[in-house]
């Protein structure tokens, strides 16, 4: 039971990074193309307020699932 759980993790971990990552490259090119110079995680904790005009979490999940 103890092996197979600690597969599963493991098999969630590597994918939840697979597509942390692929949002990154979705992220970087967004950004470059519509002249952003900082892209920040509004659920960090470095974010105190941000106006939700500025919210592009929907833009990047379309341009996401838009993907070849």
Known sequence: YKDSQADLQKRDSDLTAAIVGELQEVIAEYGKDKGY????EASGSSVLYGDDSLDLTDKIIDLYNDRD
Do not use: C, E, G
């Not at 110079?37 to 920040?40: E, N, V």
């Open 37 to 40: 110079a900082l892209i920040l």
